[in-house]
């Protein structure tokens, strides 16, 4: 008969985050495989002056970003608003996309049930959560044939005011909500947060007089979660954005500390040494848990949007950085785990792991007789969730594959706003050690023009003459 096995080690949880990283040495992985003493003792100059440029940085105003979590007047804004909609909406819908809405996906999906929008009005008592990123015309038709307008608020939210799809997204809506309900009913039913001054979107709510709330100065759209961008939609619908920021809050003052004893700066470091002394340019973030499921797409766009950069800050080439992928555990582990332990040698594997989870169930002592089954009785799916994350960091450590693992106590409020601050804060530190500027995009713009272009969008014509002069018009290397 199998034996009850207790956890076979504790893990060092932290109040709100824990950073393990014994499975990125040489000691864990054999020698050349991972990183030594000595590569570790050498981070902390690095980090430090990482550190002395950061902080200057910070003191200028450069990184209000940091500052987010000890702003009250959009907390006060925000609860007002949970306060108006929570007996008059039974749906809060996002318009927005990339920084504008992944942060609130993730916090959403983390900190409300799994279920919140299955459950009926009476057990979730907030307004149920959609937020619309793509213009799939099949996935925004569905979203708007479940809708009734007049219990339905639509938070739109661009930074730039400008973006096709969420200007798109809005025209539509603003057209359907002015037939349904009438002009002088839109105002109670839209929020738009934008910039506070620029924009075709501000100029438009300014005239039409909606209700508006700012995405800060300085403040891009990736590091926005705890701006009015992820703050106003995620207290309509219940999230606790009080302790959400105040676990951010823990996270900035840890992140103001100098390094070595630092999450924020150890995790940046690490990695960039992974990625230029030991060739892993691939990061796969693999939460093991439902819930930060969308974490993931989160931090993926946060990682690779900041770091993904072709030049140095003074105009010299850039060749390295590391690429985010998202896996999801246990599931990933059926999928994709074959190639971390044994396909090409590029990738850091970074667990996200939960101590203590928010439902126990237990797997029933039966089939006692099966002994493939017997051990598993007496369990709870928590524990198996847990076991095979540490039997997988394991697994790959003696494959040599490093492999870190980032511990939350349990996903709480401030245990999420903990985790999301000190990421935003190692993205910057990522950026200042590889010499690029992990604030702007301009990859992202030239395909934006295209699109302008094909659009007939005023003053984009040359694209789309350029456009009709590329090999992929001319339809020449098409199987059919
Ligand atoms: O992080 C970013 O800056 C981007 O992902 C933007 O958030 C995204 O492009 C949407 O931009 P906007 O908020 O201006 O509509």
């Known amino acids: 008969m199998a034996e009850k096995v207790k956890k076979p080690l504790k893990e060092e949880s932290d109040e709100l985050l824990s950073l393990d990283y014994n499975n990125l ?114 996935g925004f038709g569905a979203v708007l044939e479940g809708l009734d307008l007049k219990t339905t ?17 809005f025209m539509i809506i603003y057209d359907q909500l002015q037939r349904t309900l009438g002009r002088s009913a839109i105002k109670d039913h839209l929020l738009v947060t934008t910039d506070p001054e620029k924009g075709v979107l501000r100029k438009i709510s300014n005239e039409m007089g909606f209700q508006t709330l700012p995405v800060p100065n300085g403040v891009g759209g990736r590091f ?18 009080t302790e959400l920021l105040a676990g951010a809050a823990k996270a900035q003052e840890d992140a103001h500390k100098p390094p070595p004893m630092n999450k924020a700066y150890l995790f940046a470091g690490l990695n960039y040494l992974l990625t230029t002394e030991k060739k892993r340019s691939l990061l796969v973030f693999m939460p093991y848990a439902d819930s930060l499921a969308r974490v993931a797409d989160w931090f993926g766009q946060l990682w690779n949007e900041s770091l993904g950069k072709n030049v140095h800050l003074d105009g010299t080439p850039n060749t390295v950085a590391q690429t985010a992928v998202k896996a999801l555990g246990v599931t990933d582990q059926h999928s994709q785990l074959q190639m971390y332990m044994e396909g090409s040698e590029e990738k850091t594997v970074c667990f996200l792991g939960v101590d203590s989870f928010r439902h126990v169930i237990n797997i029933p002592p039966i089939f006692k007789e099966h002994e493939e089954l017997a051990y598993l009785g007496g369990h709870n799916l928590g524990e198996l969730l847990n076991f095979e994350r540490l039997g997988t960091a394991r697994a790959l450590a003696e494959n040599g594959r490093p492999n870190l693992t980032l511990l939350m106590p349990k996903v709480s409020p401030s245990s999420l706003g903990y985790l999301m601050q000190t990421l935003e804060v190692a993205t910057v530190v990522s950026g200042n050690l590889y010499g690029i500027d992990p604030l702007n995009q301009p990859g992202v713009e030239l395909g934006k023009q295209f699109t302008y272009g094909l659009l007939g969008r005023d003053g984009y014509s040359g694209f789309k003459e350029r456009f009709s002069k590329g090999l992929a018009s001319k339809k020449k290397y098409i199987l059919r």
């Open 25 to 138: 040495t040489e000691e864990a992985l054999g020698e050349g495989k991972g990183l030594g003493a000595a590569d570790i003792t050498g981070l902390k100059p690095l980090l430090s002056a990482a550190h002395k440029d950061i902080e200057a940085r910070y003191k200028k105003g450069e990184l209000p970003f940091m500052d987010l979590p000890v702003e009250t007047e959009t907390l006060k804004a925000a609860r007002k608003l949970a306060e108006f909609g929570r007996k008059k909406f039974e749906n809060v819908v996002v318009l927005g996309i990339g920084g504008s809405a992944l942060g609130t996906s993730a916090v959403f999906q983390a900190l409300r049930p799994l279920n919140h929008n299955d459950l009926t009005h009476q057990k979730r008592s907030w307004p149920r959560l959609t937020v619309c990123e793509n213009v799939d015309p099949e």
């Open 153 to 169: 608020f639509f938070n739109v939210i661009s930074k730039s005011g400008t973006t096709a799809e969420t200007m798109s997204q």
């Open 224 to 241: 926005s979660v705890l701006t009015a961008v992820g703050l106003a939609p995620l207290a309509m619908v219940g999230v606790n954005v």
